[in-house]
């Protein structure tokens, strides 16, 4: 009697199926229309996210575009100044406005994302300081 009830807890169990993953990020390239800032912006959020579905990966174009025009902005203003000569005076620069708009656009895309949160990491422990204690 006690054999066929070894038998039967032997026949019960199943092999489980694992699969190996490696700590590579995510090699999904980035879209061909996005310039050196909507790269690096992709580049470094799927190297700590994942995102597989079409509207999320929508929406990162999106805000990685966003990323592209803020650039252009920051360089554009850089050039002309924060503020530009009118026949009525000083005003602020006009692209001021649109590079705010622009810089909310990103952060609220981000959370709408959930990509707002600091991502888990395989290191145990906390993370190691930058200041040192004299």
């Known amino acids: ?3 066929n009830i070894r038998a039967r807890e032997f026949a019960v169990t199943k092999r489980t ?5 490696d700590g590579t990020p995510n090699p999904s390239p ?3 229309s996005l310039g050196a800032a909507g ?3 992709w580049q470094s959020l799927l190297a700590d996210f994942v995102i597989d579905d079409a509207g999320g990966r929508e929406m990162l174009t999106r805000i990685c575009e966003a990323a592209d025009s803020l650039a ?5 203003i ?11 005076g000083l005003k602020d620069h006009p692209l001021l406005k649109h590079r705010l708009a622009t810089q909310s656009f990103i952060v609220r895309s ?3 994302l959930g990509l707002d949160i600091e991502p888990t990491r395989n290191t145990v422990g906390r993370p190691p300081s930058n200041q040192r204690k004299s």
């Not at 199926?17 to 993953?21: G, I, P």
């Not at 850089?78 to 009525?88: L, P, S, V």
């Open 72 to 76: 252009e902005y920051d360089a554009e």
């Open 78 to 88: 850089a050039r002309d100044g924060t503020t530009i000569k009118t026949r009525n």
């Open 30 to 32: 980035p879209p061909t």
């Open 17 to 21: 199926a694992f699969t190996l993953v």
């Open 1 to 3: 009697m006690g054999e």
């Open 39 to 41: 790269v690096k912006l």
């Open 110 to 112: 981000l959370h709408r």
